[in-house]
């Protein structure tokens, strides 16, 4: 599937649909909730965040395959290195509040998501967009803006979490 891009609010915003292979997905999903129940990063504020770096420490064709992925859509946009990667996992305990990185690209993969609907709510300037967040897509957005995850009700998350992956890219330093 190719890439879509479009602009809001004069930002750049990419989306691909069908990212990996399901092979891959159910890979990395195994990984990232190993790491949610034996390395949880203490942050009170952010329930069940892993440390951020899963880029360096997991291992695997899987992992491989989905960074050189991310790694080619973000060479087409520029230049940038990834600075740092970690997931989420959303449960009825979870919360996550409006925030902005101090890096260049966000990209956030859906590893799985109740509906689409619950993707990403980005503020800009006054104005509200939510990003679909389709499972197995990507998503990638200027990590400066205001955003945060949109929170399925409690009683779907009882049912079925939301699990994603976010990396962060720095741009480029010219030496």
């Not at 990996?20 to 009170?44: A, R, W």
Request: aromatic residues 14%; proline residues 3%.
């Amino acid at each position: 599937m190719s890439l879509i891009h479009y602009t809001w609010e004069k930002e750049k915003f990419y989306t691909q649909k069908n990212f990996i292979n399901n092979s891959d997905k159910l890979k990395i999903k195994k990984d990232v909730m190993k790491e949610i129940k034996n390395n949880n990063f203490d942050n009170k504020d952010s329930k069940y965040q892993t440390y951020p770096d899963l880029h360096k420490r997991l291992k695997g064709s899987h992992w491989d395959n989905i960074k050189k992925k991310i790694n080619d859509i973000i060479i087409s946009i520029g230049k940038y290195n990834l600075y740092r990667c970690w997931a989420n996992y959303i449960n009825v305990d979870s919360k996550y509040f409006l925030h902005s990185h101090n890096t260049a690209l966000s990209v956030v993969y859906y590893i799985e998501n109740p509906h689409y609907q619950y993707g990403t709510y980005i503020k800009k300037n006054n104005k509200e967009i939510i990003i679909l967040g389709y499972e197995n897509s990507i998503q990638i957005f200027n990590s400066n803006l205001l955003h945060e995850l949109v929170f399925p009700p409690k009683e779907i998350l009882k049912n079925q979490p939301r699990i994603s992956l976010a990396f962060d890219y720095e741009k480029e330093k010219n030496n």
